[in-house]
C-alpha cells in the first residue's frame, strides 16, 4: 500500500470515530482531526515506530484517535491519576473504568492498553528510562495533564526524553486563555534547555505540535502541502476550509490553523 493510500486509510478509520467518539466525556476540538493523516504519513515515510502515549487521559478520548493510527504491536499507555489524590484542572478523577469501556468499544486492540496509574509530575530520569525501556519510545505522546506550569515543564521534559527520531508531541491548551500555565510551562522549558530536544511545527485544535528539530521542517511542509490542497479543494465546492497561518513560535516557523467559513461565489 503506497503512503497516498494509507494515509487515505487513517482518514477513513479516524472519520469513523470523529462520529463515534461523541459520546466520550471529555473535550475534544473536532478540528484536531484534521492533521492526524498527514502526521502519520510523514511517520510512514520517516519509518518512525513507537508507542502512543498519553498524560492526562480521563476516558480516552483523544488517546482513541492516536490509537487509530497505531500500528500492530505498538504499545499504547494511558497515563493518569485515576483516583489518586492530586491537584488537577480538569473533571475529578473517577477511576479507569470510564476508559476501559471506551477502549473496548472503539480501541484497535484492546491488548495493547496499559493503564498507570501514577502522578506524572513526580516522573523523574529514572522513571523515563523504565518507561521507555518497558514500552518503547513514544511516536506520539499527547499531554493532557493538569496544565499548571511545573507540571507541564515536567510533562514535556518526560515527552521529550521518551520521543522517538520523528515523534510528535501534542501539548493540549497551549495558548487556550484558560489555562495560561501551560504557555509558562512552555516558555520554562524552552529557556531551561541550552538546545531544547522540541520545536514546535504546527498549531490546530487547541494543540501545539511538537517533534525534534531535525524533523520540523518536514512535519511544517507536510502540513502546508496538505492544507494548501485542502483549502483549494474545499472552497471549489464551498465546504469549511481551515484558515491555515504561517507564524513564529519560539523562534520556529509554524503552520497556525483555525476553523473558517467558506468563501461564497
Not at 7 to 29: F, H, K, S
Not at 136 to 156: C, E, K, M, W, Y
Not at 230 to 243: G, I, N
Given at each position: 500500500?503506497?503512503?497516498?493510500?494509507?494515509?487515505?486509510?487513517?482518514?477513513?478509520?479516524?472519520?469513523?470515530?470523529?462520529?463515534?467518539?461523541?459520546?466520550?466525556?471529555?473535550?475534544?476540538?473536532?478540528?484536531?482531526?484534521?492533521?492526524?493523516?498527514?502526521?502519520?504519513?510523514?511517520?510512514?515515510?520517516?519509518?518512525?515506530?513507537?508507542?502512543?502515549?498519553?498524560?492526562?487521559?480521563?476516558?480516552?478520548?483523544?488517546l482513541l484517535a492516536l490509537d487509530q493510527l497505531r500500528r500492530p504491536g505498538e504499545a499504547l499507555v494511558a497515563i493518569d491519576l485515576f483516583g489518586l489524590p492530586g491537584r488537577s484542572d480538569g473533571p475529578l478523577a473517577l477511576g479507569s473504568g470510564g476508559l476501559l469501556v471506551n477502549v473496548t468499544a472503539h480501541g484497535t486492540e484492546r491488548g495493547a492498553l496499559t493503564v498507570l496509574t501514577a502522578d506524572s509530575t513526580r516522573f523523574d530520569d529514572?522513571?523515563?528510562?523504565?518507561?521507555?525501556?518497558?514500552?518503547?519510545?513514544?511516536?506520539?505522546?499527547?499531554?493532557?495533564?493538569?496544565?499548571?506550569?511545573?507540571?507541564?515543564?515536567?510533562?514535556?521534559?518526560?515527552?521529550?526524553a521518551l520521543l522517538a527520531p520523528g515523534g510528535v508531541v501534542f501539548l493540549d491548551d497551549c495558548f487556550n486563555p484558560h489555562f495560561p500555565g501551560v504557555q509558562e510551562g512552555l516558555a520554562r522549558y524552552m529557556l531551561d534547555a541550552p538546545a531544547p530536544a522540541l520545536a514546535p511545527f504546527g498549531h490546530y485544535g487547541n494543540k501545539l505540535l511538537l517533534t525534534g528539530a531535525a524533523h520540523q521542517p518536514g512535519y511544517l511542509a507536510a502540513l502546508l502541502r496538505r492544507f494548501?490542497?485542502?483549502?483549494?479543494?474545499?472552497?471549489?465546492?464551498?465546504?469549511?476550509?481551515?484558515?491555515g497561518r504561517q507564524a513564529h513560535c519560539w523562534g520556529w516557523p509554524i503552520l497556525s490553523l483555525r476553523s473558517a467559513p467558506a468563501k461564497g461565489p
Open positions: 500500500m503506497g503512503e497516498a493510500a494509507k494515509e487515505g486509510a487513517w482518514a477513513e478509520r479516524l472519520a469513523r470515530y470523529r462520529v463515534a467518539c461523541t459520546g466520550i466525556p471529555g473535550w475534544l476540538d473536532d478540528q484536531v482531526f484534521e492533521a492526524l493523516p498527514t502526521i502519520a504519513a510523514e511517520q510512514e515515510r520517516l519509518g518512525v515506530a513507537g508507542a502512543v502515549y498519553e498524560i492526562g487521559v480521563y476516558e480516552g478520548r483523544f529514572e522513571k523515563r528510562a523504565s518507561l521507555r525501556g518497558i514500552y518503547g519510545a513514544a511516536r506520539l505522546f499527547s499531554i493532557d495533564g493538569d496544565h499548571a506550569p511545573a507540571s507541564t515543564l515536567n510533562d514535556l521534559r518526560t515527552a521529550a494548501s490542497l485542502d483549502q483549494v479543494r474545499r472552497r471549489l465546492h464551498k465546504l469549511p476550509a481551515l484558515d
